[in-house]
């Protein structure tokens, strides 16, 4: 397994706009896209701070995994995203050592990113999101 980079780092919010305020007016980095994910029912937001990104995530459905998050757990800190190269790869190999996967295909997400979750009972109680732009993959 190849991880790169920390891709970003995802955070549930209630108010998107909310929070894009407090991220613009009080940390001064500027939102410099927002995206829907339907099959995630969720409206992004991201932000560079020097090489990361920070995603703010706000569902768009209670029953949502997100809605579902903030009801149990409030906002904050919802996931973090590693830059993978080979995901697929990555996937069969985390399996491979026992871990217990979310998603074990790749499925789209934001930002044209191929994504997968790896579920937090195995990961110490932190949601993992392995991430791969299609650009990067060896075909």
């Not at 809605?67 to 993978?84: M, P, S, Y």
């Amino acid at each position: 397994m190849e991880l790169t980079h920390i891709e970003h780092i995802g955070i549930a919010v209630k108010d998107l706009d909310k929070a894009i305020g407090y991220y613009e007016k009080v940390l001064g980095v500027s939102c410099y896209a927002i995206e829907e994910v339907k099959d995630q029912k969720v409206r992004t937001a991201f932000f560079k701070v020097g090489q990361t990104k920070i995603e703010l995530l706000e569902s768009m459905d209670p029953e949502g995994p997100v809605g579902k998050f903030i009801t149990k757990k409030g906002e904050g800190l919802h996931h973090l995203a590693f830059a993978v190269k080979g995901i697929e790869q990555a996937l069969t190999e985390a399996e491979d050592k026992g871990v217990r996967l979310i998603d074990h295909k790749p499925r789209k997400g934001a930002e044209g990113l191929d994504i997968a979750f790896l579920h937090p009972k195995s990961t110490f109680g932190v949601l993992t999101e392995f991430c791969e732009l299609k650009t990067l993959k060896k075909e």
